[in-house]
């Protein structure tokens, strides 16, 4: 793997661009506000994150940049959060620690120091898991695996919370799978709420092959939609509940097969 070059996208915020996936890490329009509206505001945890609870867990798919941990540690910061975070992500092509230098995140958050207390992650990751609290007055821990989502079993904490955020179908389709949704069920709650900015309908049919129930949610910066998948059809109501049966049908008479 080559190390991705950074870039600029369009509301100001770091990016990278990988040669060996030919894709952007966000949109390239905006980094910051498409993981602020695909993960936060769609999905719900930005009101989460505005009342009482025992614990927030949550799994994201897809570490790259960890700009999606800095902002939801911004927010918790922002509140004074006491209940604990378990923020667990996998990344199997970890970036270079010059390049997590690089990026300029720290312009578009309230707690400026959080950016370095991630730029220091990336120069002690190994191989599995690496456990960081990174914070001395707040139970945030990263719970980061480095290697292949493909390898990893099972979470301690059941998560209310998912960020699908892998490249494109296309080119990383090993993460789109009906295995791939089944797995994160497993680790799920029944109320958890899976969030991407991906539209596909062979990535919704994967995920309602594998038991979620997936809606439409308006995209960010310009792209009609994203989607969200829940587990329990009753919590889709704010979203365009799409037909599973049909979806699921259409995956297995081969309608998507090229
Ligand atoms: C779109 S980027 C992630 C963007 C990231 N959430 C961010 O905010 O920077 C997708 C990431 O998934 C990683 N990836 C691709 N295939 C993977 C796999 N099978 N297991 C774990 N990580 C993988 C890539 O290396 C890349 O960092």
């Known amino acids: ?3 991705p070059e950074h870039h600029y996208s369009k509301d100001g915020s770091s990016t990278l661009y990988s040669n060996d ?11 910051v506000t498409e993981s602020r509206h695909v993960f936060f505001d769609t999905p719900g945890l930005t009101d989460f994150l505005n009342s009482k609870h025992d614990l927030l867990s ?3 798919v897809g570490f790259g940049t960890g700009l ?6 911004d927010e918790y910061l922002q509140r004074g959060l006491s209940f604990p975070l378990h923020f667990y992500s996998v990344e199997a092509f970890p ?3 010059d390049t ?3 990026f300029n995140y720290q312009e578009f958050i309230v707690h400026k120091n959080i950016q370095d207390k991630i730029k220091d992650v990336f120069k002690t990751l190994t191989s599995g898991w690496n456990t960081f609290c990174l914070f001395r007055d707040q139970e945030i821990y990263l719970h980061l695996y480095i290697g292949k989502f493909e ?7 059941p998560v209310h919370f998912i960020f699908h955020d892998p490249f494109s179908p296309e080119v990383n389709e090993e993460l789109w799978s009906v295995e791939t949704f089944a797995k994160l069920r497993s680790f799920s709650h029944d109320d958890c709420r899976l969030a991407t900015y991906c539209a596909a309908s062979k990535a919704r049919a994967a995920m309602a092959d594998a038991g979620w129930y997936p809606g439409r949610a308006k995209g960010a910066l310009g792209k009609r939609e994203m989607t969200i998948a829940t587990l329990d059809p009753s919590s889709l109501a704010p979203f365009k509940r799409l037909n599973e049966k049909r979806l699921i049908d259409r995956l297995h008479s081969g309608d998507f097969d090229q």
């Open 100 to 102: 997590a230098a690089s």
């Open 68 to 73: 999606n941990f800095l902002l939801l540690c």
């Open 58 to 60: 949550v799994f994201e």
């Open 21 to 31: 996936f030919g894709q952007f890490y966000h949109n390239p329009n905006g980094a």
């Open 151 to 157: 390898e990893i079993d099972s979470v301690e904490y």
């Open 1 to 3: 793997m080559t190390d």
């Open 95 to 97: 970036v270079e620690p």
